[in-house]
């Protein structure tokens, strides 16, 4: 291999191993509750996507998360299976599954939400306000459809074009 090719600065890299790194801080503040980050965000997504007491379908969660529905029925087993998330199929399209917390995910997912607070908060302070900002946003830049068209039709980003 170049070696050329390992003094590359890849985006990808440098962001996956800051994501992994952010993950294990967050995993450890609510590991007490037997939750990791990522259950705890499918939880908070599923709160959130769910109006009039009608959880999201299968879908809406996957686009919210960025994830394929592959992965986000993997990570839902042990949330189903310890009796936080219930999936049954939705009653205008039964080919689709809608999701819903159960009274113990209600539960569970106000425990956490005061724990993540705490480590975010820590985060915050570590970081510096100005940069947790900054990267918050450039994080939301980077997931949205707007780098993703950019992307694909090879452009930079222009920084008059708001959302």
């Not at 003094?7 to 294990?24: E, P």
């Not at 879908?59 to 919210?64: F, L, T």
């Not at 999936?87 to 939400?113: C, I, N, W």
């Not at 918050?136 to 008059?160: C, E, K, M, V, W």
Request: proline share 5%; hydrophobic share 40%.
């Amino acid at each position: 291999m170049p070696e050329a090719f390992f003094a590359l600065a890849c985006t990808n890299t440098a962001l996956r191993r800051a994501t992994r790194r952010l993950g294990q801080l967050y995993d450890d503040a609510i590991a007490p509750l037997g939750l990791k980050a990522t259950q705890f965000g499918l939880l908070a997504a599923i709160n959130s996507l769910t109006e009039d007491g009608k959880g999201p379908t299968l879908n809406e969660i996957a686009a919210r998360q960025l994830i394929q529905i592959s992965a986000l029925t993997h990570a839902l087993r042990p949330l189903v299976r310890d009796g936080l998330v219930e999936l049954h199929p939705d009653l205008e399209d039964r080919r689709s599954k809608r999701a819903s917390l159960t009274p113990a995910g209600r539960e569970r997912l106000q425990q956490a939400v005061s724990r993540w607070a705490a480590a975010n908060g820590r985060v915050e302070t570590t970081l510096g306000s100005g940069v947790a900002k900054n990267l918050r946003a450039l994080a939301d830049l980077i997931a949205s459809d707007r780098f993703l068209d950019a992307y694909r039709s090879g452009r930079a980003l222009d920084p008059q074009d708001e959302p």
